[in-house]
């Protein structure tokens, strides 16, 4: 059955610099998002994609992040300095429309030190 | 802005019993979707069920119900027949009618415990 999947599955990396992480949708769909999800606290929306552009976006998703789909198949989160706060599970997700069930990936756990 | 309340962080249950999971929202749209998802210690997130607003009848998929009250703004999930394989982190998650994204806001969650 396909799935979404995501590398790496843990991330470390120093205050300041800067983080890609890499998801692959399911191959049809045609919407993606990210989600993160502060150890211990809620997920939490961080931005829609679709059609090569930004659909939706929440507070969170300020000028530290970027999202791009370089090719087919990838679709990637940006944090340009990241921050002791951006540690986070961070979940991709896509969906074959907009208001389809969404499929998630197993996530990537990041660890700003 | 809406806002998903899951007020049980654990609960656990004996295998082959019944248990019910919490969950409350609140919002100014009459119409919305509801989602309980599954988060094993994978850690990857699975819908077990959904619900729409609009609907009076509470979906079931399998062993998994929902009860659904509009005007109280309540959306438990009951699982019958507890399996050990339903140890998880269960979420429950709100989507806005189609014409105000697709984004989901979930709650904080429920770890649910099966014990043999």
């Known amino acids: 059955e396909p799935e979404v999947t995501q590398t790496p599955s843990h991330q470390v990396t120093q205050m300041g610099q800067e983080v890609i992480l890499r998801c692959v949708p399911i191959?049809?769909?045609?919407?993606f998002y990210w989600y993160r999800q502060i150890l211990g606290q809620k997920v939490e929306f961080l931005v829609s994609?679709?059609?090569?552009?930004?659909?939706?976006k929440s507070e969170i998703f300020d000028d530290q992040f970027s999202v791009e789909r370089p090719d087919g198949s990838n679709f990637t989160l940006k944090i340009r300095s990241t921050k002791l706060e951006d540690s986070a599970m961070y979940f991709c997700a896509s969906t074959p429309g907009q208001y389809n069930e969404q499929f998630f990936g197993p996530g990537t756990r990041l660890t700003v030190l | 802005a809406q806002t998903v309340t899951q007020s049980q962080p654990e609960m656990s249950v004996q295998e082959a019993e019944t248990v019910t999971l919490s969950c409350t929202y609140d919002?100014?749209?009459?119409?919305?979707?509801l989602f309980w998802y599954k988060q094993p210690p994978s850690r990857q997130m699975i819908l077990v069920i959904r619900q729409e607003a609009y609907k009076q009848q509470n979906a079931t998929e399998n062993r998994f119900s929902v009860n659904f009250q509009k005007a109280a703004k309540s959306f438990s999930l009951k699982i019958s027949d507890s399996q050990l394989g339903d140890t998880a982190m269960y979420f429950c998650a709100f989507r806005p009618e189609e014409t105000s994204g697709s984004r989901l806001t979930f709650g904080e969650g429920t770890q649910l415990t099966v014990n043999p």
């Open positions: 191959s049809n769909h045609l919407y």
């Open positions: 919002t100014s749209e009459n119409n919305y979707y």
């Open positions: 994609f679709y059609n090569n552009e930004i659909s939706e």
